[in-house]
């Protein structure tokens, strides 16, 4: 049978445009196709901008505490509709970059949204006039349409904004209630404290960031920042009103908080309804898409790559994982995704950066007494001169009998920079006598990684 293409792409987010762009690079025949601007979440609605906020909230802090470094500032004019102009000009920017380079490739874009009619076979539809614009076939189709803000089945959900709205605002809100304690919602809180916002956060747990190491937790609650935003633990929220012009949250407690809006950060899930997938039966494993190692779907002619399948959500996974696709399937390699120490950060201010097992994660998989902890809390030099001195934590997780590094955390400026460089390490298997051996770096944070004794 003949196709129009040997592959299409749905979606050109980061693991789609990663994976259309090698397939081209082989002189495969190549579609894209996206609903929105090109860049998908990470470029247009997640970590670039969000990074971009996280830079302006740091050099209001900086600004706000240089005083004793001789630094005299008369007060920070903060105006966050440049910030967000500027943010969205960048966006736009960085899209067209992708955009040219899809098209010195050869790929064709087709901008819709993609709608299955068979395996092969999609349709293209007009999200404005919901009108069919083209249809095209392939020999290998691509899924790779990302994830979506999950919503809370509440009453006056629709009052609340979730983090796509962030980047589409004029201004920053006065104040503000945010529901989660997950990576978005303590971004975002860092984000706005910093820059100004009163912020409130809803958690239905006792701490922050479940699932990381608990040390990274608690010197995140304890930070400065933190100390400025009001954390509500162990409550649920429970209706949203409209009360002139701000929202009033209704907490399972009774309590009401009145601010100018909310955000719900309450996770993400595949954005897989639009496609029109049921009736080709795909595996499914709970709401991903389920696939093999070479991310082939249960039919051999549909792969799926980032936030739709069960694997690490991440932007540099995504691209990995597209690549690693087209290498193989049209490059005749024969390459799996690494998984293993998958370095991770959350960009509050200060930021934790984190690979490897949490402490807790290793006993539970060695025992107690298997593991040996190196751990280190101090004032960074860098903070000598402030108000609000934040400290910095490093901490190194060790396997007894082997001597193996099984994870590291920090929680400080720069640890995501930090911890890129440490994953390289533990992938190499390295031990705790490595890191002792290794000649400190003075004076910097990241020299206690290698002068922890026990
Ligand atoms: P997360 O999974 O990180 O956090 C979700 C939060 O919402 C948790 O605190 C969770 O609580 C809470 N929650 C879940 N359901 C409910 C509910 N029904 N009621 C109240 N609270 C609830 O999701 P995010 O939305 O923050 O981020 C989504 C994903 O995006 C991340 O997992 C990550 O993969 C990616 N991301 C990565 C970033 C980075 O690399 N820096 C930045 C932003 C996003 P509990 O802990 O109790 O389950």
Redesign the pocket.
Known sequence: MEFEFDLIVIGAGSGGLAAAKRAATYGAKVAIIEVNQIGGTCVIR??VP?KLMVYAAKSKKNMDSSDGYGLKNEGIDFSSNILLKNIREEVSRLSDLHRNSLKKLNVTVFEGLGRFTTQNKLEIICPKTKKIKNKISSKKILISVG?K??K?NIPGVDLAWT?DDIFELEKFPKSILI???????C?FASIFRNLGTEVTQV???QHLL??FDEDLSSCLEESPTYTEINIISNT??KTINKVNGNVESILDSGDKILTNNILI????EPNLLPLNIDFLNLKMDGQYLDVDEFNQTSNANIFAVGDIINK???TPVAIEQGRVFSDNFFNYQKRKVNYEYIP????TIPEISTVGLSEKKAKEIYSEKNIKIFKCKFTPMSNTFKKNKSKCMLKIVVHKLTDKVLGCHMFGETSSEIIQMVSISLNAGITKKDFDITMALHPTISEEFVTMYG
């Open positions: 997640g970590c969000k994830g803000p999950k809370l983090s529901v989660g304690g997950g990576y978005i919602a971004e958690i239905r747990g479940n699932g649920q929220l950060a309450t996770g993400r690490p959500n991440l991770k950060a959350v960009f």
